[in-house]
C-alpha cells in the first residue's frame, strides 16, 4: 500500500496536481488561532468546548483551546471557531 501512496504523491508532483485530492489526506487551514478550516476528514470522533478530535485518512487530528464550536460541517469540510490552543495528529 505503501508503494501506491508513493507513485500517487510523484504522479502529483508531476502533473503539479493539490497532493490533499490525489493522496486523499487532509488539507487544515487555520486563521490565527481563532479559526480553523479541515477539508477531507472522516468525522467527529470527539466534540467537548475544550477539545475536537476529527477522524483523517492521516489519524486523529486533535484540536484543544477554549469555547471550541463547530461553526459548520459538511461532508467534505469541518470548520471549527474558538479560542484554539493547539493541533496536532495522533494515532
Given at each position: 500500500m505503501k508503494k501506491n501512496q508513493e507513485i500517487k504523491k510523484s504522479l502529483?508532483?508531476?502533473l503539479e496536481l493539490p497532493k490533499d485530492i490525489v493522496l486523499d489526506i487532509p488539507k487544515i487551514t487555520m486563521v490565527g488561532n481563532l479559526q480553523i478550516y479541515i477539508e477531507n476528514h472522516k468525522g467527529i470522533i470527539e466534540y467537548?468546548?475544550?477539545?475536537?478530535?476529527?477522524?483523517?485518512?492521516?489519524g486523529v487530528l486533535r484540536i484543544l483551546?477554549?469555547?471550541?464550536?463547530?461553526?459548520?460541517?459538511?461532508?467534505?469540510?469541518?470548520?471549527?471557531?474558538?479560542?484554539?490552543?493547539?493541533?496536532?495528529?495522533?494515532?
Open positions: 502529483a508532483e508531476i467537548t468546548n475544550n477539545r475536537i478530535r476529527i477522524s483523517t485518512k492521516s483551546g477554549k469555547n471550541l464550536l463547530l461553526k459548520n460541517i459538511v461532508l467534505e469540510e469541518i470548520v471549527i471557531v474558538g479560542e484554539i490552543v493547539q493541533v496536532e495528529f495522533t494515532d
